[in-house]
């Protein structure tokens, strides 16, 4: 069965940098774009940053640009988010998702959903 | 960006109810939207996608329509465990990915 595990959050300084991780399985995770989507204390979903099934493209909200990276290390099946600078706003759950795409062909696809979500990671910035 | 505009922010009801929860866009999306469930402490879930699709393991009470600019999801007959928040989410112009700013179903 699929499955997403986050780890890495904490309670980190404004200012300062954290890495979350990402471990996915049960699935051919070098076939699939991976995501991550925030929400902050009773707050709604926030996307945050999305990598291709192939790292050929990357993309981030205004909100992280400039601060925030999205990677993978597909061997291990693993998605990151390396996090700087963070701010107070930062402060949420972070969700990796899997994007799942339906029929693609000629530059675009049919659908595309966000079918699978890890339990979460809380990053908490706080003096 | 496209911008996701729910209707309404909460609304209560009570089981065996059918309850409409809307979405629109700001232009546009084809059927390019997606609906998740989302309960307290919990990730959230795909329950409709592409518009009108029923996510696997997905109850048939729930059901999706539109297609543009507005949507809709259709809870027919709810059941305790369907009190919960609900959010549209497009992927039709992207990036971003946007969504909307969710309803929260209560028991009244």
């Known amino acids: 069965q699929v499955q997403l595990v986050e780890s890495g959050g904490g309670v980190v300084q404004p200012g300062r940098s954290l890495r979350l991780s990402c471990a996915a399985s049960?699935?051919?995770?070098?076939?699939?774009?991976m995501l991550w989507v925030r929400q902050a204390p009773g707050k709604g979903l926030e996307w945050v940053a999305y990598?291709?099934?192939?790292?050929?493209?990357?993309y981030y909200a205004d909100s992280v640009k400039g601060r925030s990276t999205i990677s993978r290390d597909d061997p291990n099946n693993m998605v990151y988010l390396q996090m700087d600078s963070l701010r107070d706003d930062d402060t949420a759950m972070y969700y990796c998702?899997?994007?799942?795409?339906?029929?693609?062909?000629?530059?675009?696809?049919?659908?595309?959903?966000?079918?699978?979500w890890g339990q979460g990671t809380l990053v908490t910035v706080s003096s | 960006d496209i911008q996701m505009t729910q209707s309404p922010s909460s609304l209560s009801a009570s089981v065996g109810d059918r309850v409409t929860v809307t979405c629109r866009a700001s232009?546009?999306?084809?059927?390019?939207l997606n609906w998740y469930q989302q309960k307290p402490g919990k990730a959230p879930e795909l329950l409709i996608y592409?518009?009108?699709n029923l996510q696997s393991g997905v109850p048939s009470r729930f059901s999706g329509s539109g297609s543009g600019t507005d949507f809709t999801l259709t809870i027919t007959s709810l059941q305790p465990e369907d009190f919960a928040t609900y959010y549209c989410?497009?992927?039709?112009?992207?990036?971003?990915?946007?969504f909307g700013q969710g309803t929260k179903l209560e028991i009244k």
């Open positions: 998702v899997r994007s799942n795409r339906g029929q693609c062909g000629s530059g675009s696809c049919s659908s595309e959903d966000f079918d699978y």
């Open positions: 049960g699935f051919n995770f070098r076939s699939y774009g």
């Open positions: 990598i291709w099934f192939d790292g050929t493209y990357k």
């Open positions: 232009q546009s999306i084809g059927t390019y």
């Open positions: 592409a518009a009108s």
């Open positions: 989410q497009q992927s039709h112009t992207v990036p971003p990915y946007t």
